[in-house]
């Protein structure tokens, strides 16, 4: 047996725990099935255009966790970006996430702070106490009015299900402001690597001690590994036994023009009549450069269930899939010489900062089983849900 570790994934999950190992002296061999590094955070230059793109949708990177501030900032530049979303709804535009200007458009008042307070109150249905769906969540945040027009149609376009067949939580991280800031994160640190999400993970993986291999499936190799951190699919190694894990995908569809698009970065589409959720222009998401191209590129977005070959994107965290999650679980917990990390590993929406840092606590986890000569748990990185 090679006294090597395997990292299968090359996103900030098998990046950032295989720089761990190799800082510590052993030696790790990353494996991705892509042709490239960073998952669904790889950005590129577009080959028509010249702008950098972020190719399978818009990452800010946005934080409150020092240490993890830290860590990047080790391997890239960041530049401030401040992430200022727009929203058409019955051909309207609004800004994101709701706030004073956007109440004042939407009802075609002017308020204050403390009116708008007032009137949010007298919308909301203070009879929901506990919601116990998505919907019933948005009735108690905002009410029907504001309810219909910004997340009824876009929910059900983005999870392909009615609102009240999604759990509450998926709503609980929209704030709501009664000032004009329009910021669409509330953490002290925000920003975007200047040379894009790829080369920040390449910079973590540049270590004398890992080798890497894009193009490369784990299934292909001949090689047997000290140990395997799996974060793909959790599903997948497991042979899909107790069925298929669900998750929605994304489709893009390109667009290449003169000038500016839509002014820009990021614009929501909320009424079912529009078949895209977003529409995304990447050069606004590097406005130092902006200026120097002549044409620009859009990505529209739309999302459907993944099937076998896609990329899942956003785990599907229903009643019906829980049962084959647990049994999934349990599996794992009985696996031997291998350990789940990560948003595909773990079956969780995790950001960018969230997965880093569950990567770094597994890494420090790892270590000192291996110094006390205890085997690595399954899910090794903090919190596992």
């Known amino acids: 047996m090679s006294q090597r570790f395997c990292c299968v994934g090359a996103g900030f999950s098998g990046a950032v725990l ?13 494996v991705e099935e892509r042709g490239h590094v960073a998952g669904n955070c790889h950005t590129e230059r577009d080959a028509a255009t010249g702008v950098m793109v972020h190719r399978f949708g818009p990452h800010i990177f946005h934080t409150a966790n020092e240490e993890v501030w830290s860590y990047v900032h080790r391997f890239a530049a960041f530049r401030r970006y401040v992430n200022r979303v727009k929203a058409v709804v019955g051909g309207r535009m609004f800004t994101l996430p709701i706030n004073l200007l956007t109440l004042n458009q939407f009802f075609g008042r002017v308020m204050g702070p403390d009116e708008a307070r007032r009137w949010l109150a007298s ?39 009615e609102p009240r067949e999604l759990p509450a939580a998926i709503l609980k991280r929209l704030p709501i402001r009664f000032s004009y800031d329009d910021n669409y994160f509330d953490h002290p640190h925000q920003g975007i ?41 959790l599903d997948r190694w497991f042979a899909y036994r107790a069925g298929r894990l669900e ?13 500016d698009f839509q002014g820009t970065a990021v614009v929501n589409w909320c009424d079912d009549a529009v078949p895209w959720t977003r529409s995304v222009e990447h050069k606004h998401f590097a406005p130092w450069e902006a200026e120097g ?22 785990p599907v965290r229903l009643a019906e899939g829980e049962a084959r999650f647990a049994a999934y679980r349990e599996m794992a917990a009985g696996a031997r010489g291998v350990s789940f990390l990560g948003r595909l590993g773990t079956f969780r929406y995790l950001d960018m900062d ?12 790892v270590l000192a089983c291996l110094g006390q000569g205890r085997a690595i748990p399954p899910f090794p990185e903090d919190g596992a849900a």
Request: aromatic share 12%; glycine share 8%; proline share 5%.
């Open 193 to 233: 690597p200047e040379r894009g999400y790829t080369a920040l993970v390449g910079a973590i993986l540049d270590h004398p001690a890992i080798e890497v291999r894009v193009s490369c499936r784990f299934e292909a190799l001949a090689e047997s590994f000290r140990h395997v951190f799996w974060s793909g699919p």
């Open 123 to 161: 919308e909301v249905r203070g009879d929901i106490t506990a919601p116990a769906n998505f919907e019933e969540q948005a009735l108690a945040l905002v009410g029907a009015r504001l309810y219909r027009a910004f997340f009824e149609g876009y929910t059900r376009k983005q999870w392909g299900r």
């Open 247 to 259: 998750y929605r995908t994304l489709d893009f569809e390109r667009i290449e023009r003169a000038g």
């Open 18 to 30: 295989a720089r761990a190992l190799a800082e510590a002296g052993l030696p790790v061999l990353v």
């Open 354 to 365: 969230v997965t880093i840092a569950e990567a770094l606590a597994a890494g420090r986890r």
């Open 293 to 314: 191209f002549a044409r620009t590129v859009v990505f529209r977005e739309r999302s459907r269930t993944a099937g076998p070959e896609d990329a899942p994107f956003y």
